[in-house]
């Protein structure tokens, strides 16, 4: 089969590998559509994190696609299904997980390969994260499960309360996810800050009420002005760099709550004011990842269309084409999804 295998920063190459031989729980999946992702375009450019991923890999974690084989012992899924599963498995016996803390397991299994004619689905995996697709969904809707997830989880941690202002640092694919989310968890207004004009009106025409382009604008200052003086009930930072988490604790009120949902390169530090936290009381959360319970979640909001997904599939391309799709995640900014189609 052609799949996309990583190799290391900015290596990334089509070749001819092996359909992978299913065994005792195991599920092989067609893969229909597959979708770029924030994470892989940090993976690609910038290297990666060990512990999620190991190189040489095929690449590509928010997938779809259809059942083609089932191995022994399992009951379901069931062959010709669609179905979306992974990109991760908790133990559901560690302490972390016996904690109810699914998404910090220390055992976590992740499934990298979603950029290939077929995947693999673990044992595991089949059984605590993965779902079936309902018919009127498409294979591109479904795969946009797992940012949503993660999403869906730092939105349940931001404290979200109905009419509450809800300041999103980066208009990305998950700040665009965030706003989305924010919307239906009642925020009466979504300030979206991003340096990229495109993205704003972008995000504009996702639901955003305002929007501030940190390149030209002074964005505390703005956010203040925006706010009557007090700064936004929630702040939530989904770019993944210490100067903008700093900016997330400038931009909320006192009492409010700051989500710190970007991840940070390795082994960065912020610096918090001591007063704002203390006098202003300021809450503030990070948030990783996702339970098998937000998977679940997510593809529902997909799949009743509270949460619609679509308008960030920007473009589609082939499998083959895949190195002229992360050119083009790196230059232009008016992508905010490709999804891949083998
Ligand atoms: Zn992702
Ligand atoms: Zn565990």
Redesign the pocket.
């Known amino acids: 089969m052609k799949a996309a295998m990583l190799y290391g920063v900015k290596d990334l190459r089509i070749e001819d590998v092996e359909i992978p031989k299913v065994g005792l729980g195991e599920v092989l999946v067609k893969v229909k559509a597959a979708t770029t992702?924030?994470?892989?375009l940090k993976i690609f450019r910038r290297g990666y994190v060990e512990k999620v991923i190991k190189l040489p890999t095929v690449f590509g974690?928010?997938w779809a696609g259809e059942v083609v084989e089932v191995g022994e012992g399992l009951e379901w899924p069931k062959k010709g299904m669609r179905i979306r599963a992974g990109?991760s498995a908790p133990c559901l016996h560690c302490t972390m997980c016996q904690k109810g803390k699914y998404n910090l397991c220390e055992n976590m299994i992740w499934l990298w390969g979603a950029y290939a004619e077929y995947i693999k689905v673990p044992a595991r995996m089949v059984l605590v994260n993965m779902q079936e697709i309902p018919q009127h969904v498409s294979y591109e809707e479904a795969a946009i499960t797992?940012?949503l997830a993660c999403v869906l989880h730092g939105a349940e941690e931001a404290n979200i309360k109905p009419g509450d202002t809800v300041t999103i640092i980066g208009a990305g694919p998950i700040g665009l996810l965030h706003l989305l989310t924010a919307k239906k968890f009642g925020a009466g207004r979504v300030i979206s800050i991003d340096l990229v004009e495109d993205r704003l009106n972008f995000a504009e025409r996702l639901g955003a009420d305002e929007t501030v382009n940190a390149g030209k604008e002074d964005v505390v200052e703005r956010v203040r002005e925006l706010t009557g003086g007090y700064g936004s009930d929630v702040v939530i930072e989904a770019i993944g760099l210490p100067s903008t988490w700093e900016q997330a604790l400038k931009l909320v009120r006192k009492g409010g709550t700051v989500l710190e949902f970007g991840g940070c390169p390795p082994g960065t530090e912020i610096k918090v004011n001591t007063e704002k936290l203390h006098y202003g009381e300021l809450t503030v959360r990070g948030s990783f990842h996702a339970t098998p319970l937000h998977f679940r979640k997510a593809l529902n909001l997909i799949a009743s269309r509270t949460i619609d997904v679509r308008p960030l599939i920007t473009r589609k391309m082939r499998l083959e084409n895949i190195r002229e799709a992360f050119d083009i995640l790196m230059t232009s900014k008016k992508e905010i999804k490709i999804a891949i189609i083998p």
Do not use: K, L, S, V
């Open positions: 992702c924030g994470t892989d974690h928010e990109n797992e940012p």
